[in-house]
């Protein structure tokens, strides 16, 4: 098992596709001048958050938990593609406690949140190759699925960084992970999708991050149209971890291609505006085309944050390492950009 902590406080960087033991409290937080935190300030600079999207040939549905040690949040939406964003969730909390529990192991934990109108429950387990969704918003959004996955039968990206001399991240990405069974309800009607055209894109990130964290993310999850059979998946990350070791990976079939860092162009005044996305080797060269957006401003005392996750479609061709370039067309996902002070 792949420790990320040694006794001499050494953090193991690198690419990782075996369990681990995410020992993050045996970590000596340091600050600028390498001196210890301790107490309440060490709590208080460990994040993590979880999103989960499930996108079917009709709509999507999104969900997210954020577990700061001095806030939570919960959020979901459903966004159908014709119709634009027509639910959105949103719960927030300080101090995470009964309502909110968020265990900081990425390979198997439990996630629960509960108040008096919603429940949310998302269950991970690498050794059982399994991954569940219960959520419940407000009884007015429902969804149940069951999805396998798994380090071997999925190839995760999951790659461990320093997000600054002292600090540093873990996160996991996946992407066209194929529904076991999925149920959607919104207000008390099951919605109609085609199961055999629906997939899940799979985040997961805990650690030590950056007081002031930005980043540009994109992420992809569907099925080809053209022969109906073949999974695409990616994600790609900048103004992150470029330094060590990428969050940049595309999927097809299951099979994993790491690609180096990748370069965004979009207008900052109108997120609308098509994107683009590329890397300098040629093996990703991408169009987005926004047609909607879940966004948040926060501006607070200890905690600031904007936030703008564009919906949308993506074009454009992949290259992997072994085989000729797939063409993309039509494939749902996601552009953001966010910018945190936490």
Same mark, same amino acid.
């Not at 093996?283 to 926060?298: A, H, N, Q, T």
């Given at each position: 098992m792949y420790k990320i902590i040694e006794a001499d406080n050494r953090v193991n960087y690198g690419v990782i596709d075996e369990p681990v033991a995410f020992n993050y409290k045996d970590y000596k937080l340091l600050n600028f001048f390498g001196k210890e935190i301790k107490g309440l300030r060490k709590k208080f600079a460990f994040h993590r958050f979880n999103f989960v999207g499930v996108l079917t040939d009709e709509f999507m549905v999104c969900f997210a938990a954020v577990g700061l040690e001095y806030l939570y949040?919960?959020?979901? $939406?459903?966004?159908? $593609?014709t119709d634009g964003l027509i639910y959105e969730f949103d719960v927030k909390g300080l101090r995470p406690g009964k309502k909110f529990i968020f265990p900081a192991d990425p390979d198997e934990y439990t996630i629960q949140f509960k108040n008096r109108k919603s429940s949310c429950r998302i269950s991970k387990s690498h050794q059982n190759g399994c991954l569940d969704l219960d959520l419940n918003m407000e009884g007015r959004l429902r969804l149940k699925g069951r999805f396998t996955y798994g380090l071997k039968s999925h190839s995760p990206l999951r790659v461990l960084n320093p997000s600054e001399p002292y600090r540093w991240t873990f996160t996991e990405k996946c992407s066209a992970i194929i529904p076991q069974s999925l149920e959607i309800i919104f207000k008390e009607k099951k919605l109609g999708f085609d199961m055999a055209k629906t997939t899940l894109l799979y985040d997961w990130s805990g650690g030590y991050m950056r007081r002031e964290t930005n980043w540009y993310w994109a992420a992809l999850s569907g099925i080809l149209s053209k022969d109906h059979k073949t999974r695409v998946g990616a994600n790609f990350a900048a103004l992150t971890n470029e330094s060590f070791y990428p969050e940049n990976a595309f999927w097809i079939n299951g099979k994993r291609t790491r690609v180096s860092r990748t370069i965004y162009d979009f207008d900052f005044k109108n997120l609308y505006r098509p994107w683009h996305v590329w890397d300098e *080797?040629? /093996?990703? *060269? =991408? /169009?987005?085309?926004?047609?909607?957006? /879940? &966004?948040?401003? #926060?501006?607070? =005392? #200890? =905690?600031? &944050?904007?936030?703008?996750?564009m919906i949308g479609k993506f074009e454009g061709r992949f290259t992997p390492l072994e085989g000729d370039p797939l063409e993309i067309q039509d494939i749902y996902g996601f552009a953001e950009f966010h910018r945190a002070l936490w």
């Open positions: 949040n919960c959020f979901g $939406y459903l966004f159908h $593609y *080797d040629g /093996r990703v *060269d =991408l /169009r987005f085309f926004p047609m909607g957006e /879940r &966004s948040e401003k #926060i501006n607070a =005392l #200890i =905690l600031k &944050s904007s936030f703008h996750q």
